[in-house]
């Protein structure tokens, strides 16, 4: 069971010693952490830690749109949403990033203005990652230098599913070296498990270890685009993850979870895990965020109900 | 770095429960006054506030009890057909379902067990219970006991603190699916529920006398169980008190099954699934505060692993909530009475002595009330007092072994065999583990795992019969 930083060190030099060491790790047991995450669900959040809740979830909030039928006016309308997720309510904070389509990366920088948002970005030829990888490189380029500070990738999951681990490390690393040297301060990267594609929770806990060892600064559980995305359990999973990764090398790495979060009910559920599994160091916008988009909405009208006391109704939230 | 994410209170409403100030006794469908008229009263552990006052049934009340349950048993409930004593343990398992919420805080109030258990556990259980039996109402000539078999006559039952409805349950309902009539005695500090399932008894229409509730303390339950006129006897609880009921019993007819104290194994293998062993260990000891016959208070963990896995359980014992039981995040209640409080303290204080060491989570106790902090002694070894005798408090006493035939040869090396615990990734481990093990119940990668349809019961000085399941009807056949 034991992990040391010496035993991390040596861990990604050959293929053979990633896999003893991905294998190595204690396993997961399905009925157990889906218990656990089962128990969590049932917190009661009310009043006061629900205000901070909900505020605290808006703010780790990735504002997503990823469709083909994406447009420019699409991105700007986002953009003044996540800027004012209430314009009737200035205290009500903004969200963490913007995510979109390389192509639209400008649009949504130039929407954001000077505004200290983040602008995240898939890439890696999102949402399969099946393309070579020179093409990801210039996707993960392309993405950077029109001002992406956040790259979302997504991991070869052919590849880790039929044990080319070292493969998957070594793609990670090099979307890290292209985030870094294609502008400035180098962007955060974020790595995409899709484990819903990976299925079982050793091997998602293996994943996120491959990812973190890599240099992964977020590990993020789905694309979105395949089913189951995001749940309790997994996310429980990579919570636990981040935490032993952090307890073994000093290093801390965030969690997104992403995809199928739609209600404030269920936003808090993740909070409350995220503060009963990592520990509120994880709580915050830097370390841990939600890929959503119709979540946001749903925070708002409880957001509202909180402060006037009746529920406001879907039109009383903007629709973008 | 983040802020602290603080939980406000989140109380379930204690006005959902409608306590009377006093009770009488259940017999004969009916709530009396005791013939005597003495009483005692009943607390909320978690705040020693008196809930109700409760009668005390002596002499005269246990023969009225026995007598209303033998003549229900005559003239009615045993010749009544299986199928139609089945609709009335279904219809009693649907409203125990509809008063569930009300049953859990009442449950919580006189127990000291949070809600979240009394809601999730307790309650669910206890509906469970009545519904797998009013199952078997029907069809006991297929249940592997002869072509016909007939009930036993008048069960006495004395039931402990830690569960009490759901203690009742696992009395109620297999006796009277099998067409016998009860009398039953809950626990002095807990009587409370017993007697709101008393009027769910009035409220399915039960016939009178079929089930009869006396409250009172040690000497009513000796009454009872020492009456002449009962054909079967059955109890959970201690072991000491279910040796004098043995001896008192020997020589007679009467049928007795035991469900006695225990000191579980809970054994963690170094190829563990470890954030689930740690789950494990934890639900195995701290779950209803420790007060669990079948607690895993002993955990042997392979001492390659010792010090990640006490790492972990310390880290995760930090996070567990004591308090308010009533409240809904609350993970750790009250002890439940001031006695049991100081038996815990007695034999800590004995752990310390021995030169165990105590590490106990953080947590901030209410100035009222009883209550111990989740507690963990390191450096045990078999030849502690804490590694033999049964706490039945939140306190775990962590044994390290070598190889596994040493870690069974050490769970094996109590006088207790209740139940156990196995955590390894290795399913050819688990069976080879399981089958060595001399314990009724052996649970792998999971711990305090109820079912009605599985058998219950003690090895060695744990006690005999097997309570749940097809196995739990022997006991009321004959």
């Given at each position: 069971?034991?992990?040391?930083?010496?035993?991390?060190?040596?861990?990604?030099?050959?293929?053979?010693?990633?896999?003893?060491?991905?294998?190595?790790?204690?396993?997961v047991?399905q009925?157990?952490a889906e218990?656990r995450a089962a128990t969590l669900a049932?917190r009661?959040?009310?009043?006061?830690?629900?205000?901070?809740?909900?505020?605290?979830a808006?703010?780790m909030?990735d504002?997503?749109?990823?469709?083909?039928?994406?447009?420019?006016?699409?991105?700007?309308?986002?953009?003044?949403?996540?800027?004012?997720?209430?314009?009737?309510?200035?205290?009500?904070?903004?969200?963490?990033?913007?995510?979109?389509?390389?192509?639209?990366?400008?649009?949504?920088?130039?929407?954001?203005?000077?505004?200290?948002?983040?602008?995240?970005?898939?890439?890696?030829?999102?949402?399969?990652?099946?393309?070579?990888?020179?093409?990801?490189?210039?996707?993960?380029?392309?993405?950077?230098?029109?001002?992406?500070?956040?790259?979302?990738?997504?991991?070869?999951?052919?590849?880790?599913?039929?044990?080319?681990?070292?493969?998957?490390?070594?793609?990670?690393?090099?979307?890290?070296?292209?985030?870094?040297?294609?502008?400035?301060?180098?962007?955060?990267?974020k790595v995409i498990l899709e484990t819903g594609?990976l299925?079982?929770y050793?091997n998602v806990r293996?994943a996120c270890?491959?990812a973190?060892?890599?240099?992964?600064?977020f590990v993020k559980t789905s694309?979105g685009?395949?089913?189951p995305a995001a749940t309790l359990p997994v996310t429980l999973v990579m919570l636990e993850a981040v935490r032993?990764?952090?307890?073994?090398?000093?290093?801390?790495v965030g969690v997104k979870a992403a995809g199928g979060i739609?209600?404030?009910?269920d936003a808090v559920r993740y909070l409350v895990v995220v503060n009963e599994v990592a520990g509120?160091?994880w709580l915050?916008?830097?370390w841990f965020r939600f890929g959503a988009?119709?979540l946001?909405?749903?925070?708002?009208?409880?957001?509202?109900?909180?402060?006037?006391?009746?529920?406001?109704?879907?039109?009383?939230?903007?629709?973008? | 770095?983040?802020?602290?994410?603080?939980?406000?209170?989140?109380?379930?409403?204690?006005?959902?429960?409608?306590?009377?100030?006093?009770?009488?006794?259940?017999?004969?469908?009916?709530?009396?006054?005791?013939?005597?008229?003495?009483?005692?009263?009943?607390?909320?552990?978690?705040?020693?506030?008196?809930?109700?006052?409760?009668?005390?049934?002596?002499?005269?009340?246990?023969?009225?009890?026995?007598?209303?349950?033998?003549?229900?048993?005559?003239?009615?409930?045993?010749?009544?057909?299986?199928?139609?004593?089945?609709?009335?343990?279904?219809?009693?398992?649907?409203?125990?379902?509809?008063?569930?919420?009300?049953?859990?805080?009442?449950?919580?109030?006189?127990?000291?067990?949070?809600?979240?258990?009394?809601?999730?556990?307790?309650?669910?259980?206890?509906?469970?219970?009545?519904?797998?039996?009013?199952?078997?109402?029907?069809?006991?000539?297929?249940?592997?006991?002869?072509?016909?078999?007939?009930?036993?006559?008048?069960?006495?039952?004395?039931?402990?603190?830690?569960?009490?409805?759901?203690?009742?349950?696992?009395?109620?309902?297999?006796?009277?699916?099998?067409?016998?009539?009860?009398?039953?005695?809950?626990?002095?500090?807990?009587?409370?529920?017993?007697?709101?399932?008393?009027?769910?008894?009035?409220?399915?229409?039960?016939?009178?006398?079929?089930?009869?509730?006396?409250?009172?303390?040690?000497?009513?339950?000796?009454?009872?169980?020492?009456?002449?006129?009962?054909?079967?006897?059955?109890?959970?609880?201690?072991?000491?008190?279910?040796?004098?009921?043995?001896?008192?019993?020997?020589?007679?007819?009467?049928?007795?099954?035991?469900?006695?104290?225990?000191?579980?194994?809970?054994?963690?293998?170094?190829?563990?699934?470890?954030d689930?062993?740690?789950?494990?260990?934890?639900?195995?000891?701290?779950?209803?505060?420790?007060?669990?016959?079948?607690?895993?208070?002993?955990?042997?963990?392979?001492?390659?692993?010792?010090?990640?896995?006490?790492?972990?359980?310390?880290?995760?014992?930090?996070?567990?909530?004591?308090?308010?039981?009533?409240?809904?995040?609350?993970?750790?209640?009250?002890?439940?009475?001031?006695?049991?409080?100081?038996?815990?303290?007695?034999?800590?204080?004995?752990?310390?002595?021995?030169?165990?060491?105590?590490?106990?989570?953080?947590?901030?106790?209410?100035?009222?009330?009883?209550?111990?902090?989740?507690?963990?002694?390191?450096?045990?070894?078999?030849?502690?007092?804490?590694?033999?005798?049964?706490?039945?408090?939140?306190?775990?006493?962590?044994?390290?072994?070598?190889?596994?035939?040493?870690?069974?040869?050490?769970?094996?090396?109590?006088?207790?065999?209740?139940?156990?615990?196995?955590?390894?990734?290795?399913?050819?481990?688990?069976?080879?583990?399981?089958?060595?093990?001399?314990?009724?119940?052996?649970?792998?990668?999971?711990?305090?795992?109820?079912?009605?349809?599985?058998?219950?019961?003690?090895?060695?000085?744990?006690?005999?019969?097997?309570?749940?399941?097809?196995?739990?009807?022997?006991?009321?056949?004959?």
């Open positions: 069971m034991t992990t040391t930083l010496d035993a991390v060190a040596d861990v990604t030099a050959s293929e053979e010693s990633l896999r003893r060491f991905l294998y190595g790790l204690p396993g047991d009925v157990g218990a049932t009661s959040i009310k009043t006061t830690a629900k205000a901070y809740a909900i505020d605290l808006i703010s909030i504002l997503t749109t990823l469709e083909g039928a994406d447009t420019p006016g699409k991105v700007r309308a986002l953009a003044a949403k996540a800027l004012r997720p209430d314009p009737t309510d200035p205290t009500c904070p903004p969200v963490a990033a913007l995510c979109v389509y390389p192509d639209l990366v400008a649009t949504a920088r130039a929407a954001l203005g000077g505004a200290p948002l983040h602008v995240a970005s898939v890439a890696t030829a999102f949402p399969s990652g099946r393309a070579s990888l020179d093409l990801k490189l210039h996707d993960v380029a392309d993405a950077v230098s029109a001002g992406a500070d956040e790259v979302d990738m997504v991991i070869d999951r052919g590849a880790f599913l039929s044990g080319r681990l070292q493969q998957v490390h070594d793609d990670i690393v090099a979307v890290k070296q292209a985030c870094a040297s294609s502008g400035g301060q180098g962007a955060h990267l594609e299925q079982t050793d293996r270890w491959l973190m060892l890599a240099g992964a600064d694309t685009k395949v089913q032993d990764f952090r307890a073994a090398t000093g290093r801390q739609r209600t404030a009910k509120d160091d915050d916008a830097a988009s119709g946001l909405n749903d925070l708002l009208m409880q957001r509202q109900r909180m402060s006037t006391g009746a529920y406001s109704g879907p039109d009383h939230v903007t629709l973008d | 770095m983040g802020k602290t994410f603080e939980y406000a209170p989140a109380p379930e409403s204690r006005n959902v429960v409608d306590l009377a100030s006093s009770y009488g006794l259940f017999v004969g469908g009916r709530f009396v006054d005791p013939a005597d008229g003495t009483s005692f009263k009943t607390v909320n552990p978690a705040t020693e506030e008196v809930l109700a006052e409760v009668a005390e049934a002596g002499q005269a009340d246990v023969d009225a009890a026995v007598a209303a349950a033998r003549r229900a048993y005559d003239e009615v409930w045993g010749p009544m057909p299986g199928r139609e004593r089945a609709k009335y343990l279904f219809r009693t398992a649907r409203i125990v379902q509809e008063r569930s919420r009300e049953l859990a805080v009442a449950e919580s109030l006189d127990n000291g067990k949070p809600i979240r258990e009394s809601r999730d556990v307790d309650l669910p259980l206890v509906a469970a219970w009545f519904f797998h039996y009013a199952g078997w109402a029907d069809k006991l000539e297929q249940a592997g006991y002869g072509p016909d078999p007939q009930p036993v006559g008048v069960a006495g039952q004395v039931i402990p603190w830690n569960f009490p409805l759901m203690m009742l349950a696992w009395k109620i309902a297999p006796a009277l699916a099998c067409g016998n009539t009860v009398v039953l005695k809950p626990a002095e500090t807990t009587p409370l529920t017993a007697l709101l399932f008393a009027e769910i008894c009035q409220q399915a229409d039960l016939p009178a006398g079929v089930v009869n509730i006396l409250t009172g303390a040690g000497e009513t339950g000796r009454r009872l169980v020492t009456h002449p006129d009962i054909d079967k006897v059955a109890f959970t609880g201690s072991t000491d008190v279910g040796r004098q009921i043995a001896r008192s019993l020997a020589g007679t007819d009467k049928r007795v099954t035991l469900e006695l104290g225990g000191k579980a194994a809970n054994i963690v293998f170094d190829d563990a699934p470890v689930q062993a740690v789950e494990g260990i934890v639900d195995g000891i701290f779950f209803n505060q420790g007060h669990v016959c079948c607690a895993g208070s002993r955990l042997l963990v392979q001492e390659n692993v010792h010090d990640e896995v006490l790492e972990r359980l310390k880290a995760r014992m930090a996070t567990l909530r004591v308090g308010d039981p009533l409240d809904k995040n609350t993970d750790v209640g009250a002890i439940n009475s001031a006695a049991q409080l100081a038996r815990i303290r007695e034999l800590s204080a004995v752990g310390d002595a021995e030169g165990a060491e105590r590490w106990s989570a953080p947590c901030a106790l209410p100035d009222h009330g009883f209550w111990f902090a989740p507690t963990v002694f390191t450096g045990v070894t078999q030849a502690h007092r804490i590694a033999r005798e049964e706490i039945f408090g939140p306190v775990l006493s962590v044994l390290t072994f070598r190889t596994p035939a040493e870690a069974v040869a050490k769970a094996n090396n109590t006088p207790y065999g209740l139940s156990a615990g196995v955590w390894t990734e290795k399913g050819s481990l688990i069976l080879w583990t399981a089958e060595r093990l001399r314990a009724g119940v052996v649970w792998a990668n999971t711990f305090n795992k109820f079912d009605p349809a599985s058998p219950f019961g003690g090895y060695k000085e744990s006690g005999y019969g097997r309570e749940g399941g097809r196995h739990g009807l022997a006991g009321y056949l004959r």
